[in-house]
């Protein structure tokens, strides 16, 4: 199955989301396909003193997320911090690595049916703001790059849907018919000569219309582009 599949899977599970947990058991279950066992989602637009109200989704349930946090603060951990730095997914164990002893104490912390696992943390930033905390962590999960395009894809499509819950309707699509015409066929696989040949348009006309849909949608790559569709912003 191809990552656009595993997308658009995830579609008509978002689509039915009405709440915030349910944005946060739709993306859980996707990340059961990688070998992910538990996820951690935190709006950190509301993560103040307390990390509780924050929390959107935690499949190890809020007390024990909450009992790290009073011990040991989660706005200051290692990747909270990275998160908060980069809006690039990362691994887990490749931070710690890169980190050393350095914050050793962070690790030993850990709730222990977590010291064994690995996992990806996925940031989502808008307009520069550091937004949401999604992170997902397994005993032996696939932490390729093809997880970590796919996962930050499927993350940013459920920040969206959160988005259109908060504000209680679906935005319009600041896009041009053609514009979402040929980020549709992106998103179903078709390369920039194919969608050319079923717009009878050129493949630069199709990677110009393209640009201009990232553009306005705040994002650089066409996968972003691809997840803000799915999640029903264009």
Same mark, same amino acid.
């Given at each position: ?56 989704? @935690? /499949?190890?349930?809020? #007390?024990?997320? $909450?009992? &790290? ?11 909270? !911090? ?69 996962? @930050? /894809?499927?993350?940013? #499509?459920?920040? $969206?849907? &959160? ?11 600041? !896009? ?59």
């Amino acid at each position: 199955m191809t990552a656009l599949d595993v997308l658009k899977e995830l579609t008509s599970s978002l689509s039915q989301a009405s709440t915030a947990d349910g944005i946060g058991r739709a993306l859980f279950l996707l990340s059961k396909r990688f070998g992910f066992t538990t996820a951690l989602i935190v709006d950190m637009s509301h993560a103040f003193s307390r990390l509780g109200p924050a929390i959107i989704f @935690s /499949a190890s349930g809020r #007390a024990p997320v $909450e009992l &790290f946090d009073t011990q040991r603060p989660f706005a200051n951990h290692p990747f909270t !911090l990275r998160a908060q730095g980069s809006d690039k997914p990362f691994v887990m164990s490749r931070l710690k690595a890169e980190l050393g002893r350095e914050d050793e104490a962070w690790w030993a912390g850990l709730p222990p049916h977590m010291k064994e696992m690995d996992g990806i943390v996925v940031p989502v930033h808008v307009e520069g703001d550091f937004v949401w905390y999604s992170g997902f962590a397994g005993p032996a999960p696939d932490l390729s790059q093809r997880t970590l395009s796919v996962m @930050s /894809a499927a993350v940013h #499509a459920g920040y $969206e849907r &959160f988005h259109e819950l908060l504000d209680d309707k679906t935005p319009r699509s600041p !896009l041009t018919a053609r514009e979402s015409e040929c980020l549709r066929w992106v998103g179903e696989g078709k390369t920039d000569m194919e969608v050319g040949k079923i717009l009878d348009i050129s493949p630069r006309t199709v990677r110009f219309h393209i640009g201009n849909a990232k553009a306005k949608l705040g994002v650089a790559t066409r996968i972003q582009a691809v997840a803000k569709r799915i999640g029903g912003a264009t």
